[in-house]
């Protein structure tokens, strides 16, 4: 039996996946509303298709506690926020159930870490823990690689890494994680495991960096960044990404910090790339006020954010460029300005409301901040407003950044 650890947006997606291919699985979460909503058939997020799947692993009876199981293997999808001071990660979440694991496992089980963690923590955080218990249970790593939007794709296609100490361990796991996965299961030990995922998302985390720093640049200079991308990336060797508002999710924002925190003096352009994607939301605010003051804008309450979530078509909020920018604004002692999303169904921010229509019709100014199949879609409804697009995902004229 597997028990998955965390039912939020990795863990969940992850146990109904292993539950429909063949494998007996209990999920765990302590949050009792998450579970009573299972319990009874509600999904707790938005994911394309993620309803079928869920249906489908009800039928080969996956079950939903909020107590930890005896089984074979453990696998702990939590939290790993960052501490916003030293920059390092906070491993309270993973100690906690590893800690609550042991309790109730057996001497030959295996506690797999898919939560995102920077090199070292299970030999520095989690062996101390299991030695101390005295259980001879088998730790690794097996870093979840999906994405919200297609987390059922990616889940099944992209390729995974498991971080074991021995190779028997590692070969049980490939076998687990080969019944859902199509995509190379790559086996390797737990440090470079765990150094192989921050690193992808640091990656991803400077490449954005660069064009955000290349929007800045050729605003300050008169020129349209989007033609000088174009441009470059005529050259069969250079993919310069598109610039945005900033970066979002519980990944590429926030993975890097890792390695800024653990090896400081050491991770320069890391850092440097963590500061210029954190800075797009504020600098978003300077180029509304410079069209507002362009335009003889004047009332601010007539200004509105297109977009609450950090990227296209999902609801997930985690470190979302709006929220970023609402917060800078609050530092500022300044106003909050209108906010609507048609993904975020409740209300989680000041002056937010729930209609296309509504949004439109208390705005003259609006700041595309995501990109949404409905904004694409009715851009129509727009013609009349003043448009600042963020994501230039929209047809025709507007400001960029």
Request: aromatic share 6%; net charge negative; glycine share 6%.
């Given at each position: ?363 003259d100014f609006v700041v595309i901040m995501v990109g949404h199949n409905e904004i694409i879609e009715y851009s129509d409804k727009l013609k009349d407003k ?16």
């Amino acid at each position: 039996m597997i028990n998955v650890i965390g039912l939020g947006y990795i863990g969940l997606p992850t146990a109904l996946m292993l539950a429909v291919s063949g494998n007996t699985v209990v999920g765990t979460d302590k949050n009792e509303n998450v579970v009573n909503s299972l319990k009874n058939n509600r999904l707790t997020f938005q994911e394309k298709g993620l309803n079928e799947l869920f249906s489908r692993a009800v039928e080969n009876g996956i079950q939903f506690t909020e107590e930890y199981m005896e089984a074979d293997v453990y696998i702990i999808s939590v939290p790993t926020p960052y501490d916003k001071v030293s920059k390092k990660v906070d491993t309270g979440y993973i100690e906690a159930a590893v800690h609550s694991v042991l309790k109730v496992c057996r001497e030959d089980s295996v506690i797999v870490v898919e939560s995102t963690i920077s090199p070292g923590v299970i030999d520095k955080n989690i062996r101390p823990i299991v030695n101390e218990a005295g259980k001879a249970v088998k730790l690794a790593h097996a870093p979840e690689r999906i994405i919200p939007g297609a987390m059922l794709y990616e889940l099944e296609h992209n390729s995974r890494t498991i971080g074991a100490d021995d190779r028997e361990t590692g070969e049980k796991l490939k076998e687990i994680y080969g019944s859902f996965c199509k995509g190379e299961i790559v086996l390797t030990d737990i440090r470079s495991a765990e150094m192989s995922k921050v690193v992808e998302n640091t990656f991803r985390d400077i490449n954005i960096a660069f064009a955000n720093e290349l929007a800045k640049i050729c605003r300050s200079d008169d020129l349209d960044v989007y033609e000088i991308i174009r441009i470059a990336n005529k050259h069969p060797r250079v993919n310069i990404l598109s610039p945005g508002p900033g970066v979002g999710g519980h990944c590429i924002s926030v993975d890097p910090w890792f390695l800024v925190g653990d090896y400081p003096g050491l991770a320069n352009i890391i850092l440097a790339a963590r500061k210029i994607n954190d800075s797009m939301p504020e600098f978003v605010l300077e180029r509304i006020r410079e069209i507002m003051e362009l335009r003889g804008i004047n009332d601010i309450s007539r200004v509105g954010l297109y977009g609450i979530t950090y990227k296209e078509n999902v609801d997930d909020v985690r470190e979302s460029p709006t929220l970023q920018l609402l917060e800078c604004m609050k530092k500022h002692l300044a106003s909050p300005l209108l906010c609507y999303d048609p993904m975020v169904k409740e209300s989680i921010v000041e002056r937010q409301v729930f209609s296309l229509d509504e949004f439109l019709e208390k705005t003259d100014f609006v700041v595309i901040m995501v990109g949404h199949n409905e904004i694409i879609e009715y851009s129509d409804k727009l013609k009349d407003k003043i448009v600042l697009d963020t994501r230039r995902c929209l047809p025709g004229d507007a400001y960029h950044l």
